[in-house]
């Protein structure tokens, strides 16, 4: 069967295009999809080991942001091929998803030959329910950990269950929760595993619009069909993925600029974990880049790279606030605060720079600021445009009553 649409992500994105989630929690959702659609059937060689493209997600945001509808919605378009693939959603133990996917081998037929493979997607619309002391948090993200890079079979021998032996993994990982419950709930020790260094996480504090009141047309329809119809063909790609030449120089350029010593940047574990694993991460983007491609044949192009330089950005700096200190957390919210309050005051979704760095300036200097600014964007807050800072309706619409209309008119 031959692929119908051009680019399956950038199909994504239009096709969610109503959605009320901000833009970033579709992407990534959209990647999450691809990468369990592609499993372990495309690698890329990097000697004593082979990098296959699949992700550990994490969306964090307050509820009502659309986390986990954006993300079920493509759990729903992946249910709805025909792939072979194991899907186990929320509340899970150590010794239960070692069983389910011990049990849950897949053969498909690769070349003329048959072969074993257990591709399997988690999914937690609310993490707390899959890293609780009931479910023994400190275990699972241990066993979440030795899955990630795993290229060959997993075996587990303990004395209660035994040996059990996952032949050839591929995890997808995809969860949702709030922004406080990682410092206030998940143990510290599950945080120094290496659980999160190996996570891609994106944060979202609003939406981007109200939810449609309309029902999709003939042609969302039509393209829905079509993005199943194309993960279906996806799920039968196979081989090993290069580099363009002109990629190639480039990776290999930023590659060699990479740190050496992780401890150096960062005083948080899990922002080194990230620091360290970001060449992996470059790659496995670029993988999905190409392969969302219908011209792809496998081939890694320079934009391909390009798309996955920024995308890794983005993560970057959200990791990095994973481990800020309760100071810092209390700087971002104040800033918060003070812009709406600005807003509110001057009747404007549109605020000079200086007026914002007069209001906190008692309490954080410009180069913070501007930390704080980068990841409000991240957040879809407020804009940096020039030297104006344009902040998002929903992030002070709540606050409005008898100067609704005037303000709507400002946006």
Not at 368 to 382: N, P, R, V
Request: proline share 2%.
């Amino acid at each position: 069967m031959d692929r119908q649409l051009n680019n399956w992500l950038k199909s994504y994105i239009y096709f969610t295009r109503f959605h009320e989630a901000q833009e970033q929690f579709h992407k990534w959702t959209a990647l999450t999809v691809l990468s369990s659609a592609v499993n372990r059937n495309c690698w890329m060689d990097a000697g004593y080991f082979k990098v296959f493209p699949n992700l550990y997600v994490l969306f964090i945001g307050p509820s009502g942001v659309g986390k986990s509808s954006s993300s079920g919605l493509g759990i729903e378009l992946l249910q709805s091929t025909s792939l072979k693939l194991n899907i186990y959603k929320d509340s899970i133990t150590s010794a239960a998803l070692l069983k389910f996917m011990s049990e849950s081998p897949i053969q498909m037929e690769i070349e003329g030959k048959r072969e074993l493979k257990t591709p399997t997607l988690l999914y937690a619309s609310e993490l707390g329910n899959l890293l609780s002391l009931r479910t023994g948090a400190e275990e699972l993200t241990l066993l979440l950990t030795e899955l990630f890079n795993k290229t060959g079979d997993h075996e587990d021998r303990t004395n209660s269950r035994g040996n059990i032996k996952i032949v050839k993994p591929c995890l997808n990982f995809h969860g949702c929760c709030f922004p406080g419950w990682i410092d206030e709930r998940l143990p510290s020790i599950s945080l120094r595993s290496g659980f999160f260094g190996r996570m891609l996480t994106i944060r979202a504090s609003s939406k981007r619009h109200h939810a449609p009141t309309t029902i999709l047309g003939e042609n969302d329809l039509i393209l829905r069909d079509q993005l199943i119809a194309d993960l279906e063909v996806v799920g039968a790609l196979y081989g090993e993925m290069v580099w363009e030449k002109e990629a190639k120089v480039v990776w290999q350029k930023w590659y060699n600029s990479q740190p050496l010593d992780f401890e150096a940047l960062s005083d948080h574990i899990e922002v080194e974990g990230f620091i360290a694993r970001k060449p992996q991460f470059v790659q496995r983007l670029a993988m999905l880049s190409s392969i969302s491609r219908k011209d792809s044949d496998l081939i890694i192009t320079i934009k391909d790279l390009e798309f996955a330089l920024i995308m890794i950005k983005e993560c970057e700096i959200v990791a990095k606030s994973l481990g800020v200190q309760t100071q810092d957390s209390r700087g971002m919210e104040a800033l918060k605060r003070s812009i709406r309050k600005l807003c509110i005051t001057k009747d404007t979704l549109e605020i000079d720079l200086r007026d914002v760095m007069m209001r906190v300036s008692k309490h954080m200097n410009k180069k913070k600021l501007m930390e704080y600014i980068e990841q409000l964007h991240l957040e879809g807050f407020a804009s940096l445009v020039g030297r104006k800072l344009r902040v998002s309706l929903d992030t002070v619409e709540h606050l409005i009553v008898k100067n609704s209309n005037k303000l709507e008119g400002s946006k």
